[in-house]
């Protein structure tokens, strides 16, 4: 490229155009009034506060603490709670649209932003008022930092295996062991732990708790060096006889895996929408490159591969939507049907971004390009809140089910 490179991210308005040009009018025609008014205001935060930090962040590794901060003061991290908790009383779809702007700006701040999102929201599902009114308004306002601990060294895809106990003593529980791979588990002040009361029991014995994460006993480890989303830090988080009051526990005892249950079907809406944001991400980091290579005369061949590639992002932003809009009607969803949406989201993603580094030749691995920095973020996204293969595995269950169904 003969003149300097701008990217995308450093001028807000160019931005938005950009992005502008992939709003699909079928897609749009999926949201409400009020939908695409909160897709807008989020695209214009992001445009001015927080894709222009994206690349530096990054590249030093710093928490995105500055851009989570400006979408709290934007109202945007409270979109599916009540508003006397501090939320905004929005659809899992205006959630969606909202994630997928994020996303498209700064995956990692996306990523800390939904899990503010991801530890209030089992608080509000089986937390008392109390608990809630406690706990979930200063995740939604940025002043605390929330994490979802249910990883463990020894129980990852397999949730049920976990080896956290909880021990009834009186007036609570006293809780041990040690949780990996937690968003946000080096700083977190609030943390739901998922730990089991009787571990002979297996699912039958996880319990959800509120646990402070600054109480006696609770060690948060260094950040892990990740792959991509430098912005978030990812670390282990450890309990040692941590006491947890009685009214800390959301549901019953042994009522925790139906927590998680219905935790996953907005952690995966939150994954599937990142797959969706880094795509596009992708393709408009791509297209501002073309076009300061080629100005309007971009080859046939690379035009002809953005064409594929702008069905696809159309397609997968439709299966979000759809999804997230049974959410918000019936949120007893059959588990496939989010693994359909987690799985083709989140390889959309990747896909996109592996295509993206193709049609740019050698400036895709050039960092300023910020293209190779989606194939970076994307990765992880197939991996977490449930792996791609698990979901291919609910997928095949079900499908399974109904052939049965039919014998
Ligand atoms: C950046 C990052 C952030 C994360 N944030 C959080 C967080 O905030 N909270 C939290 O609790 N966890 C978090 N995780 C952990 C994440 O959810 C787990 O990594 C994930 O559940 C997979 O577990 P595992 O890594 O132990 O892999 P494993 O379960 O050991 O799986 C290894 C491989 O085997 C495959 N596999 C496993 N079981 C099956 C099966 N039955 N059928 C077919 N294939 C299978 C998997 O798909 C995978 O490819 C995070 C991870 C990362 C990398």
Redesign the pocket.
């Known amino acids: 490229m003969s003149e300097q490179f701008i990217p995308l991210e450093a001028d807000p308005e160019a931005y938005q155009a950009m992005h502008r040009i992939l709003d699909e009018p079928a897609a749009d025609a999926m949201l409400s009034r009020r939908e695409l008014e909160v897709r807008g205001h989020a695209r214009e935060i992001v445009a001015h506060k927080v894709a222009p930090a994206s690349a530096k962040a990054d590249a030093i590794h710093e928490f995105a603490a500055g851009s989570v901060q400006a979408l709290a003061e934007a109202n945007l991290m409270g979109l599916v709670f009540p508003k006397d908790l501090g939320g905004t009383g929005d659809s899992n779809v205006a959630y969606a649209a909202a994630m997928e702007e994020i996303t498209a700006g700064c995956a990692a701040t996306s990523l800390i932003f939904m899990?503010q999102m991801h530890a209030a929201y089992p608080i509000l599902l089986a937390g008392s008022k109390e608990l809630a009114e406690k706990h979930i308004p200063p995740l939604l306002n940025g002043s605390n930092w929330g994490?979802?601990?249910?990883?463990e060294p020894d129980a990852?895809?397999?949730v049920a295996s976990l080896r956290t106990t909880a021990t009834k003593v009186e007036g609570g529980y006293r809780i041990s062991g040690s949780?990996t791979?937690?968003?946000t588990g080096d700083r977190c002040d609030t943390i739901i732990c998922f730990a089991s009361v009787d571990r002979t029991k297996g699912r039958q014995g996880i319990t959800a708790f509120v646990v402070d994460g600054n109480a006696q006993g609770v060690t948060r480890g260094q950040p892990f060096h990740?792959m991509g989303?430098h912005a978030s830090s990812?670390a282990e988080v450890f309990f040692d006889s941590v006491f947890v009051p009685d009214d800390h526990l959301l549901g019953e005892p042994g009522g925790g895996w139906s927590v998680v249950m219905s935790s996953v079907v907005k952690s995966r809406i939150s994954a599937a929408a990142q797959g969706v944001g880094l795509a596009r991400a992708a393709y408009a980091r791509t297209l501002h490159a073309l076009k300061h290579r080629y100005g309007t005369r971009i080859p046939d061949e690379l035009t002809f591969a953005l064409a594929t590639l702008r069905g696809r992002i159309l397609q997968g932003r439709l299966l979000l939507l759809a999804v997230a809009r049974q959410v918000d009607e019936d949120p007893k969803i059959a588990p496939g049907q989010i693994g359909i949406m987690k799985q083709s989201c989140t390889d959309l993603g990747w896909e996109v971004s592996v295509e993206c580094t193709r049609i740019l030749g050698a400036f895709g691995d050039f960092k300023e390009l910020g293209v190779e920095r989606c194939l970076r973020d994307s990765k992880?996204t197939q991996?977490?809140?449930?792996?791609?293969?698990?979901q291919r595995?609910l997928i095949g269950r079900e499908t399974n089910r109904a052939m049965e169904a039919m014998s």
């Open positions: 899990t994490s979802l601990a249910i990883t990852g895809s397999d949780k791979f937690i968003t990740k989303m990812t992880v991996i977490y809140d449930g792996t791609n293969e698990v595995l």
